[in-house]
C-alpha cells in the first residue's frame, strides 16, 4: 500500500467519515456481472442419427455419415474444475460484495502540505491523536493549494475508507480460514494481482521500481508496512505497545517454491547430462595423450617394422592428428564447463530460494496477532511521524524525478560528478558540481523583441526562431551564470547541503 502520513492532518470535512465505522485497504475495481452455473451435472448432447433415408434414395445414393458425437466431460474432471473455479468465483464474489459495501465511504480530507500524495493508488491517512480516525482508503484526485502569502495546503480526495481495526478483523478471519499471509483483506480475486500488491515484500519490490527506480535511497521502504508504525496500546502506562506481528508464507512464497522445486528437478538431470559428457571428453583427451607419448617413444626399429604392413605410417603426422583432435575436444569440453558452471549458478539460486521457503513455510498456518478491537498507537520508532512535519515529511518523501531525469529533461549534461560517499562534498546521494549552464549573450546582440515578430517554424510544440539555436542564442539575456554561482556560493557559507 503506498504510503500517505500527514502529522497535520488537520479536520475531515463534514462527509469524510458518513457511514464510515471501521477501515482496510480496497483496491477499486470494475464491477460486473457474473453467471454462475446452478446445475453441476455434466450435460450430453444427444446422439447423432441418420437422416432418414427413402427406398430410391437408397438405391442411387448413400446416406451422409453421421456427425461424431459431443465430446462429454468425465463427471470426475468435471467437479475438479468447479472446485478449481470454486475460488475464483468466492473471492470475486467476496470482492464485489466489499466493493459495495464501501462505495459510500468516500470523502476528502486537509492535510498539511505534502506533494507526495499520488492519486489512483491506496493511501494510509492519520488522523490527530486526539480523535485517531485513521483509515486506509483509495486516493482520487489530490489538490495542493499555495498563496502568496505563504499558505499551503494538500487536499485528497477518497473512496472506500476504512478503519485499520475494520481491516485487521477481516484480515484474522482469512487467516484463521487458511489464507496465505498478505498486507490487506479482502483478497483480490485475481492472483497474479493480489501476490504482488497484497503482499509486504513484493509490493515493497513493486513500489521501489515504480518510484525510486529500482535504487533503495537511504534505507527508505517505498511501501507502507503498518507493522512499522503502529502497534496496539499497552493495558497500563507502566508498559510498551504492543507490535503488530503477521508471520506466514505468502502466495508468492508459495509460487517462488513451487517453481524452484521443479527448475531444481530439471537442472539436476541437466546437470548429470553435462558431467557424464565432461567426463567422456576428458577420458578422450587423456587417451590420446597416451597415444602421443607412445608415438613420441617409437624407435626406429619399430618404424620400420609397421612400414611391412603401412608403408604410409608416420609418427611425426599421427601426433599431430591426435594433437588437432586434442585440441577440438578442449574446445567442446571448455564449452560444457560453461555450460555447467552456468547451471550451477541457477541451480544455487534455486536451492536458496528451497532452502528459504522451507524456513518460511515451516509454518502450517498464518501466526498473527491481529485484533479489530484493540486501540492503535504509533510505535515508540515512529512517534515522530505524528509529532514532527519534518519527520513525517523525511517519511514521505520520494523523487519526483532522477537527478538524471532531470538533466535529460533540460537538454543539459552533468559536470563535476560528486559520489554518495567518500568525497569531501558527499551527503549521502550522487549529485554533480553544476547540470546546467547558461550562455551569456554575445557582445552587441539584440535578441527579437518577440518570437512572434520574427520569421518561426514549428519544431514540435514550440516556435522557434530561424536562424537560431542553443548555441547562438543565449538562454537568458543577461550573464546570470555567473550570478548564480556567487549566489550559490552565499548560500552554501549559510547552510550546508543535506538530505
Known amino acids: 500500500m503506498h504510503r500517505v502520513i500527514s502529522p497535520g492532518l488537520s479536520s475531515f470535512e463534514s462527509n469524510v467519515l458518513q457511514n464510515a465505522t471501521a477501515t482496510g485497504g480496497v483496491v477499486a475495481g470494475a464491477s460486473g456481472s457474473m453467471v454462475t452455473q446452478s446445475d453441476p451435472r455434466p450435460t450430453r448432447a444427444p446422439a447423432a442419427q441418420a437422416a432418414p433415408v427413402t427406398g430410391e434414395a437408397s438405391s442411387t445414393k448413400t446416406a451422409p455419415p453421421a456427425a461424431p458425437p459431443t465430446p462429454v466431460i468425465p463427471p470426475a474432471s468435471y467437479e475438479d474444475i468447479q472446485r478449481s473455479n470454486l475460488t475464483v468465483y468466492q473471492l470475486y464474489a467476496k470482492y464485489e460484495y466489499f466493493r459495495e459495501r464501501y462505495a459510500r465511504r468516500s470523502g476528502s480530507a486537509t492535510l498539511a502540505w505534502n506533494p507526495y500524495v499520488v492519486p489512483g493508488f491506496p493511501g494510509a491517512l492519520f488522523d490527530q491523536r486526539a480523535t485517531r480516525v485513521d483509515i486506509v482508503c483509495y486516493i482520487t484526485t489530490v489538490q495542493q493549494t499555495m498563496s502568496n502569502e505563504g499558505q499551503r495546503g494538500t487536499v485528497v480526495s477518497f473512496l472506500y475508507g476504512r478503519q485499520f481495526q475494520e481491516m485487521f478483523e477481516l484480515m484474522r478471519q482469512e487467516f484463521d480460514g487458511g489464507e496465505t499471509a498478505a498486507g490487506s483483506a479482502p483478497a483480490e480475486p485475481v492472483r497474479d494481482v493480489r501476490k504482488i500488491v497484497q503482499s509486504f515484500e513484493q509490493a515493497e519490490s513493486f513500489y521501489q521500481r515504480l518510484f525510486y527506480g529500482a535504487q533503495r535511497l537511504y534505507n527508505k521502504d517505498a511501501a507502507f508496512d503498518f507493522r512499522k508504525i503502529i502497534a496496539y496500546a499497552p493495558s497500563s502506562d507502566a508498559q510498551t505497545p504492543e507490535p503488530i506481528f503477521i508471520d506466514g508464507p505468502d502466495e508468492a512464497t508459495q509460487d517462488n517454491l513451487v517453481f524452484s522445486t521443479s527448475l531444481a528437478e530439471t537442472l539436476v538431470k541437466q546437470r548429470e547430462v553435462y558431467e557424464a559428457q565432461i567426463t567422456q571428453l576428458q577420458g578422450q583427451i587423456s587417451t590420446l595423450k597416451s597415444e602421443i607419448e607412445n608415438l613420441q617413444a617409437v624407435t626406429q626399429d619399430q618404424i620400420e617394422f609397421i612400414?611391412?604392413?603401412?608403408?604410409?605410417?608416420?609418427?611425426?603426422?599421427?601426433?599431430?592428428?591426435?594433437?588437432?583432435?586434442?585440441?577440438?575436444?578442449?574446445?567442446?569440453?571448455?564449452?560444457?564447463?560453461?555450460?555447467?558452471?552456468?547451471?550451477?549458478?541457477?541451480?544455487?539460486?534455486?536451492?536458496?530460494?528451497?532452502?528459504?521457503?522451507?524456513?518460511?513455510?515451516?509454518?502450517?498456518?498464518?501466526?498473527?496477532?491481529?485484533?479489530?478491537?484493540?486501540?492503535?498507537?504509533?510505535?515508540?520508532?515512529?512517534?515522530?511521524?505524528?509529532?514532527?512535519?519534518?519527520?513525517?515529511?523525511?517519511?514521505?518523501?520520494?523523487?519526483?524525478?532522477?537527478l538524471d531525469e532531470y538533466i535529460i529533461f533540460h537538454d543539459a549534461a552533468g559536470e563535476g560528478p560528486i559520489a554518495a560517499q567518500g568525497h569531501a562534498r558527499s551527503v549521502g546521494a550522487r549529485f554533480y558540481d553544476r547540470i546546467r549552464r547558461f550562455t551569456a549573450p554575445a557582445e552587441g546582440f539584440v535578441p527579437p523583441p518577440s518570437v512572434s515578430e520574427a520569421t518561426t517554424t514549428l519544431a514540435i510544440d514550440r516556435p522557434v526562431v530561424q536562424g537560431l539555436d542553443n548555441a547562438n542564442f543565449p538562454q537568458i539575456r543577461a550573464d546570470w551564470d555567473s550570478v548564480l554561482l556567487a549566489y550559490r556560493q552565499n548560500v552554501l557559507r549559510v547552510k550546508a547541503p543535506r538530505t
Request: hydrophobic share 40%; glycine share 4%; aromatic share 6%.
Open 307 to 402: 612400414h611391412q604392413d603401412d608403408p604410409a605410417f608416420d609418427p611425426a603426422v599421427s601426433v599431430q592428428q591426435r594433437r588437432e583432435q586434442i585440441a577440438m575436444l578442449q574446445i567442446q569440453l571448455g564449452t560444457a564447463q560453461t555450460q555447467l558452471a552456468s547451471l550451477d549458478l541457477r541451480l544455487n539460486q534455486a536451492l536458496a530460494v528451497i532452502q528459504d521457503s522451507q524456513n518460511t513455510t515451516g509454518v502450517t498456518r498464518v501466526r498473527h496477532n491481529l485484533d479489530g478491537t484493540r486501540e492503535l498507537v504509533p510505535l515508540p520508532t515512529a512517534a515522530a511521524l505524528f509529532n514532527s512535519y519534518d519527520s513525517a515529511m523525511r517519511y514521505n518523501w520520494r523523487p519526483i524525478c532522477s
